[in-house]
């Protein structure tokens, strides 16, 4: 259908009217009494001619006789006529014309007729317009409005009766503000006002018009108006057609909703954000509130059982409301006769449609329901979430007071909605089971609690990422070491996951088993180095195997630190891996600055040992780079509020890291990497608790071994250890004596356990061997194992220390270990 301003204001004019048709009057004989100058134009004959003649003389040829006859009597019949004659020109061709004639009564009993005619292609066309415009008001399916000068309803066609449920005539004389809502009639009103104005048309604006006696009902219509005028220019209102557009409305809205469906949910990894995200979006364009409740186990990471046992746990209601019985973190009874229950025993979506509030729609008791009954709703869809056969839990949508209730449509976007949502519950709740899987064997494979040595006084945080990427392979460690020192150890494996945790766990071994060897830290590093590459080809080489595309990059950093508390001597390498920081017991704090060395696994590059004396009571702080990066990513930052935490030397440690976590985690904030920090404070042993000689190496060094054995356990108190101490000081002086060059040193320490330590020049290993019954020799070292707990040798630029430790006998009383003094 064309544009109302084109139906309108190109309609051609009556072509009856006055002064527009052409006239004649015929006296009840048929002859002509009056012939007007438009008759003359369209048929060629003057009114000298016609007057006084009879009408068959010279206006319908002989053809066209009976039909004109036929007319005439019908006219005669009914009083008047209309409809499309032939007559002849004065030329002699025939034109077809509309005649209207009507019988003029004279006074007394003399009746003439008038008629008005014109070209036949004029009234055909006006006939075609006339139809149309009451086609318009009776029978178009599109609205049709016309508003006065004054903006009030001149009139409206049945369309817009039907579609707003009033009579035709109820809005005539009215504004808009008297039979819509206040906010839509404004608007249309001011459209109108434009449109006057102006004369601007609107073409297909789409609006809000909801009537005033359904105020709750949704109308969206599509509007195009234009100005009319007469054929002077002047202002006679404003038309205006409208078309009901909700339908198309709805489901361009729906269409969007589930664009904005697939753009906001499932953007984490994590079962209760997505499941509010699911909550967020299906309020923003489908319910007045939703609810989703999932299976327990769902929030946990686990598997839900087969089936819907037990009730369901509430993880996100939107928008919050105080009126509804259950909130986000309470579980949820499953009643039998809810739609709800309903729905997951059946795995389909319901939809239910009741005008009346029911107890079950809210999954809750009856005693419950008063609180409720006043949110007023009135229509609810329940959807199963269901993702790989198993049930997840479901998603409770309702509409309250001021809305319609949902349809079928609304039903399949909530399932749709639902059922992309669910795949996404369920990818978080199986990453989530990943993550508690890699946290477990991150916590069994980190240190269980900070070990109290006579060299250091240690405390540490370990605090695992959250979400993605996952769990990270960061992990720490305390070694004590041969002689009471003690290796402390940070460091970080690249990627995230299990894979990352069963890393971390290899290299942690590792550290441990080349921490035995007494290893000088460079030594450590280059091992460890060795051993990441050989690891990272065998992982290349299992997904080459097995043709996976995801390989997994080993590669790890590292920090070795070593803490004699005898002689106050700390040194330490590090492979790729953040610096430490060292505080002294005034309180300055310092980053130290080790060769840095390449990364763990790329090879070719050599690490370097750091020294350096520590006072005692200096806090040594190692960590993970997550720690600085966890605030804002700044971390010159993060260093300056690592130092300020550090410089209160004399806090607790417990205090001191939970400072250090406190200033560079943001309250709330889960981190996205691992954080690892190891403080360690270092003590020193006191010089009575150390006994160092130096031997000649000579047959006599083993008695003058036992001697000064025995003198300084008797001086310690320590008797009972006095045979099997001078046992072990003479066989090991003796082997020094037989393989051995250069001075003996024996060194005793008491500590938690008593140490004795025989050096020398030499690097030859000594071997533990059992001695056959036809040996003279080789029994030494054999009894030293026995009677010892543990024993070891370790290297040295100069030589070899071979050591061994007894635990101290135990002590009554008050008494305090000798390492507390």
Request: charged letters at 25%; one cysteine or more; a negative charge.
């Amino acid at each position: 259908m064309g544009t109302p301003s084109m139906l309108f204001s190109e309609s051609p004019e009556d072509p009856f009217a006055l002064g527009h048709g052409a006239t004649a009057v015929l006296d009840d004989q048929g002859a002509v009494v009056g012939w007007s100058v438009r008759a003359q134009e369209l048929l060629g004959y003057s009114a000298k001619e016609v007057i006084g003649r009879a009408w068959r003389e010279f206006l319908v040829d002989t053809r066209d006789l009976p039909v004109a006859r036929s007319v005439v009597v019908n006219a005669m019949r009914a009083g008047g006529w209309f409809g499309v004659l032939p007559v002849r020109h004065r030329d002699g061709r025939r034109v077809e014309m509309g005649f209207r004639a009507r019988a003029i009564t004279r006074d007394g009993d003399g009746q003439e007729w008038m008629l008005v005619g014109a070209p036949a292609a004029e009234v055909i066309a006006w006939q075609r317009d006339r139809a149309l415009l009451d086609g318009l008001y009776r029978r178009s399916p599109v609205g049709l409005v016309t508003y006065g000068p004054d903006r009030k309803v001149l009139r409206v066609n049945r369309a817009i009766a039907k579609a707003s449920g009033v009579p035709v005539d109820a809005p005539v004389g009215h504004h808009p503000r008297d039979f819509m809502v206040q906010d839509d009639a404004a608007r249309a009103d001011e459209r109108v006002r434009h449109v006057l104005e102006t004369g601007e048309p609107l073409i297909f604006t789409e609006q809000s018009a909801r009537a005033a006696h359904e105020p709750g009902r949704e109308r969206i219509v599509s509007v195009s108006a234009f100005r009319m005028e007469d054929p002077s220019g002047r202002v006679l209102g404003v038309a205006e057609t409208i078309e009901d557009v909700t339908d198309r409305h709805r489901a361009q809205r729906r269409l969007a909703l589930l664009n904005e469906a697939s753009a906001r949910v499932g953007n984490s990894l994590d079962v209760i954000r997505t499941a509010r995200e699911l909550a967020e979006v299906a309020v923003d364009g489908l319910a007045d509130i939703c609810s989703v409740d999932l299976m327990k186990p769902v929030t946990l990471g686990d598997e839900p059982p087969p089936g819907v046992t037990g009730p369901l746990l509430r993880v996100a209601l939107s928008p919050p409301e105080p009126r509804i019985p259950f909130h986000e973190g309470e579980v949820v009874p499953i009643l039998p006769e809810s739609a709800q229950a309903r729905c997951l025993d059946e795995r389909r979506t319901i939809l239910d449609r009741q005008l009346t509030l029911r107890p079950e729609w809210y999954v809750m008791d009856r005693r419950r329901i008063e609180v409720a009954s006043g949110l007023g709703v009135h229509s609810l869809i329940a959807v199963p979430l269901v993702a790989r056969g198993l049930i997840l839990g479901v998603v409770s949508l309702w509409r309250s007071r001021h809305s319609e209730p949902f349809e079928d449509d609304d039903a399949a976007v909530a399932q749709e909605i639902s059922s992309r949502a669910a795949v996404c519950i369920d990818n978080a709740r199986r990453f989530t089971q990943q993550q508690n899987a890699a946290l477990t064997l991150q916590r069994s494979l980190l240190p269980s609690a900070a070990t109290d040595l006579p060299a250091v006084e240690v405390a540490c945080r370990y605090l695992p990422a959250s979400g993605e990427p996952g769990i990270g392979g960061d992990w720490f460690d305390v070694i004590p070491l041969s002689g009471a020192r003690v290796a402390l150890v940070v460091g970080d494996v690249v990627g995230h996951g299990i894979h990352a945790a069963a890393s971390m766990g290899r290299l942690r071994a590792a550290v441990r088993t080349l921490a035995s060897l007494d290893l000088e830290p460079d030594e450590v590093m280059a091992r460890l180095d060795d051993l990441v590459s050989l690891l990272a080809a065998e992982v290349e080489a299992n997904a080459h195997g097995n043709g996976s595309a995801d390989e997994q990059v080993l590669g790890a950093t590292c920090l070795y630190a070593v803490y004699d508390p005898v002689s106050r001597h700390c040194s330490l390498a590090r492979a790729g891996h953040p610096a430490p920081l060292l505080s002294t017991p005034d309180g300055e704090v310092t980053v130290l600055d080790p060769p840095a060395g390449p990364p763990l696994g790329l090879g070719g590059l050599p690490f370097e040992t750091y020294d350096l004396d520590l006072p005692e009571g200096s806090l040594l702080a190692l960590y993970t780079n997550g720690l600085l990066e966890a605030r804002s990513g700044d971390i010159d930052a993060a260093l300056e509020s690592l130092r300020t935490c550090l410089s209160a030397v004399g806090d607790p440690l417990d205090h001191t890291c939970h400072a250090v976590i406190e200033a560079l985690l943001p309250v709330g904030h889960v981190p996205a990497d691992d954080i690892a920090l190891l403080i360690a404070r270092t003590r020193v042993l006191p010089p009575e608790n150390v006994a160092s000689w130096e031997l000649p190496l000579e047959a006599t060094s083993a008695a003058r071994a036992r001697e000064l054995t025995t003198a300084k356990l008797t001086e310690w108190g320590l008797e009972e250890l006095a045979f099997t101490t001078e046992l072990v000081a003479s066989e090991l002086v003796t082997n020094t004596y037989r393989y051995a060059e250069g001075p003996v040193t024996l060194r005793l320490i008491r500590t938690q356990t008593l140490i004795c330590e025989v050096s020398d020049t030499s690097h030859t290993s000594p071997h533990l061997r059992r001695a056959h019954s036809t040996d003279e020799g080789g029994r030494g070292l054999f009894l030293v194992a026995q009677l010892t707990e543990r024993w070891g040798t370790r290297y040295t630029h100069d030589g070899k220390t071979v050591w061994t430790e007894q635990p101290l006998p135990p002590t009554t009383g008050d008494e305090h270990p000798p390492e507390a003094d």
